[in-house]
């Protein structure tokens, strides 16, 4: 005990002094946030970054996304418990890995509110139990066809139709920097195609609404995934970037 309390205090040491961390014996790894630092990895090894709080910005989508958790927060109290009971037995179905490879499986309430949102995202009926788990159809081709300020922002899916009973929920980000590779933070949802919709239709129009015109240059990121309408399944998703031409 005594040892691996020396090594907590040796690891809130390195925090302040460096930015990169190496563990030891005592210490395989660590991600989450301990006293202000954040602990991650990423292709270059383990790090840790200061904790910085975001602005509380009140826009459109972030008031939908807390109203939505908020709703469900309360619909979860109104359920009986024969329903609360049967979330949580259907919860291990939905078991996830961390970043340490370790199955996480989520509480009742949590599964309750993550299928009731994606559902909502979809346009499907709300659910009151946990529905036969369905996985939404899978995406096995993206690529961004046309992106330009002459011409139109195109996707090329496989399946080139949003499947019945699916929803197909397309994220983007913002233009920036060529070299940037990882975006994963930065993606935005530009809007929600219903089943039957051709996904080569233009949507230039729903990301200038989001980010404004696209810089000549610049790198934009997209990711796509499929939701089943019926049980708030969700497919893997996938991501495609490309370099914005005149």
Not at 3 to 25: G, P
Not at 188 to 196: D, E, S
Request: net charge positive.
């Amino acid at each position: 005990m005594q040892k691996n309390i020396l090594c907590l205090r040796c690891i809130q040491l390195i925090i302040l002094i460096m930015a990169k961390i190496k563990y030891q014996e005592h210490v395989a790894g660590m991600s989450g946030k301990l006293n202000g630092s954040v602990f991650s990895s990423n292709r270059s090894g383990a790090y840790v970054r200061s904790n910085a709080r975001p602005t509380n910005a009140q826009t459109a989508a972030q008031t939908t996304a807390r109203n939505l958790l908020a709703t469900y927060a309360q619909k979860w109290k109104t359920l009986t418990e024969e329903q609360r009971l049967a979330w949580t037995n259907a919860a291990p179905q939905y078991s996830k890995s961390t970043f340490f490879k370790d199955g996480v499986v989520p509480t009742g309430n949590i599964l309750f509110t993550q299928l009731n949102i994606n559902v909502s995202i979809a346009g499907g009926a709300e659910l009151s139990s946990p529905p036969v788990k369905t996985p939404a159809s899978a995406i096995s081709d993206f690529a961004v066809n046309v992106f330009s300020l002459a011409g139109a922002l195109e996707l090329n899916l496989t399946p080139g139709i949003v499947p019945v009973g699916m929803a197909l929920q397309v994220d983007a980000t913002a233009c920036m920097s060529p070299g940037i590779n990882n975006a994963k933070s930065k993606f935005r949802t530009i809007t929600i195609l219903a089943a039957g919709t051709d996904v080569t239709d233009d949507l230039k129009s729903v990301y200038v609404a989001k980010f404004g015109a696209p810089v000549v240059g610049q790198k934009a990121f997209f990711r796509v995934r499929m939701i089943n309408k019926s049980t708030g399944d969700v497919s893997l998703p996938l991501t495609a970037s490309f370099i914005v031409t005149a």
